[in-house]
């Protein structure tokens, strides 16, 4: 082990003691409490009587059920990570995203980016997405060329963050992308109803667990301050959004919708883009410590007044 593997080791050694140290004490005052009320139910008198029977019906129910509970998180015990593992997971992935920053450069991650990113790995370990971003994070924290671009906020974006949001961010590699939402026009040409919103070809273009969630996705997203969606700008590049209002998804539903019920559909056009925080965070979480290769540079959007 080289001097520079030896000190991040030392590093997230001394935090995870820290922490464990804090679960130990939250775990003597929960078998306090324990005792405390096992007490309590010993010391209140149980009546032999006509209840009797109904309350070893309702002890029965109670018992499967929670039997039927306990099946149901028993995967969930080998999901969760301990602090052994989360050391040897930390050391062994940042060793390897700092290999070639200068030992002089490697210092001591903020605890309140560290910390937190430490106990989130707890129950996000698993998921190696996930995982991989929460190890980018604490290496951009544990560079002192890019620690200041490490902010504690990026840990609670990943809390709120599913693996396939995480792989939708690695495909953000241009400024911004196309959305469409599909309108059916009202019969008399005056409003419409909305059938699609947001409506784009990353699920064909990234390998998702959910595609049919992309719209939810980016709505997420939004919500975290990371996307943006200009619903008055749009790309004015030729077959820009052609690709996406002729998709053959859209085909039977528009004979369907024009034979039958007498209507059409029309597209509003839009944009999704990254926040500037939210270029900061796949600079420094998703797209610095992962090789993409880089689109080409995308044609400027058009804006109504």
């Known amino acids: 082990m080289t001097d520079g593997n030896l000190y991040i080791l030392l590093i997230f050694h001394n935090f995870i003691n820290y922490m464990e140290q804090g679960n130990r004490n939250k775990e003597t005052n929960v078998k306090t409490a324990i ?20 309350a ?43 290999k070639n920053i200068p030992e ?11 910390g937190p990113a430490i106990e989130a790995l707890r129950f996000a370990g698993h998921d190696e997405t996930l995982r991989e971003l929460y ?18 906020g990026f840990v609670e974006i990943l809390k709120n963050m599913t693996s396939d949001e995480g792989i939708l961010l690695q495909s953000f590699t241009a400024i911004h992308y196309p959305l469409i939402d599909v309108h059916i ?3 008399d040409g005056v409003g419409f109803t909305i059938f699609r919103s947001n409506y784009s070809h990353f699920h064909k273009n990234t390998k998702l667990i959910r595609p049919d969630l992309v719209p939810s996705y980016l709505d997420n997203l ?17 077959n820009t959004y052609e690709p996406l209002e002729t998709d ?28 500037s ?29």
């Open 35 to 54: 005792d405390a009320v096992t007490e309590l139910v010993k010391a209140v008198p149980v009546y032999q009587d006509a209840l009797q029977p109904a």
């Open 277 to 305: 925080f939210g270029n900061l965070f796949v600079q420094n979480v998703v797209r610095e410590k992962i090789k993409v290769q880089p689109s080409p540079t995308p044609p400027s959007p058009h804006h109504t007044a």
């Open 248 to 275: 053959k998804e859209f085909e039977i539903i528009k004979q369907a919708i024009e034979v039958i019920m007498q209507r059409k559909l029309s597209f509003q056009r839009k944009i999704v883009r990254l926040t």
């Open 222 to 238: 939004c919500r975290l301050g990371i996307m943006e969606i200009h619903a008055t700008t749009w790309i004015n590049t030729p």
């Open 56 to 98: 070893k019906q309702i002890g029965n129910s109670l018992e499967t059920l929670t039997k039927t509970i306990n099946i149901a998180l028993a995967p969930i015990k080998a999901l969760v990570w301990g602090y052994d593992k989360i050391e040897e997971f930390i050391t062994t992935r940042i060793t390897e995203k700092l």
């Open 104 to 114: 002089e450069n490697i210092t001591t991650p903020p605890p309140q980016v560290a």
């Open 185 to 187: 026009t009202a019969k």
């Open 135 to 152: 190890a980018n994070l604490l290496a951009t924290a544990m560079n002192k060329e890019t620690i200041h671009q490490a902010h504690p």
